[in-house]
């Protein structure tokens, strides 16, 4: 039967190169707190998301932006802590990733609803702005 290969056992080549999303814990960190920031900047929207055109614009490219740093920030703490189960440091990283998706979730959660209460014709103008029109 073949031995099962610790991880300092195998090849460079066949791992996971999860270091392209970030070379340090300090890199991390700083879009962990970038993010963060991003979050409480989209809450901020909740009540003026809709009042115009440009309030929207902002809105969404801001949500893109930050959803996309979000799934970088958690993809490499998950690939980290799948890496090495027994390794504190990444237990923390995913950690702190999952608190931050939730933080995520629960000040945004008021983007749906409020969208769909609007009139349609208002979200179809608004859509109409060249910086946002793949969200159609």
């Known amino acids: 039967m073949d031995k099962i290969l610790t991880r300092d056992e195998i090849k460079e080549e066949d791992k996971w190169d999860v270091d392209t999303l970030y070379q340090t814990k300090e890199e991390f ?11 409480n900047e989209l809450a901020n929207y909740k009540d003026t998301f ?45 950690g702190k990733a999952s608190t931050l998706y939730q933080d995520y979730q629960e000040k945004l959660a008021y983007f749906e609803p409020m969208l769909l209460k609007e009139k349609e014709d208002t979200i179809k103008d608004y859509l109409q702005q060249e910086e946002i029109k793949q969200y159609t």
């Open 29 to 39: 960190d700083k879009d962990y707190q970038r993010i963060q920031n991003m979050i």
């Open 50 to 94: 809709l009042k115009t055109k440009e309030n929207f614009k902002q809105m969404l490219l801001l949500n893109e932006k930050t959803s996309r740093l979000l799934e970088k920030l958690y993809t490499y703490a998950n690939l980290k802590s799948n890496e090495n189960m027994d390794n504190p440091m990444y237990q923390e990283l995913i």
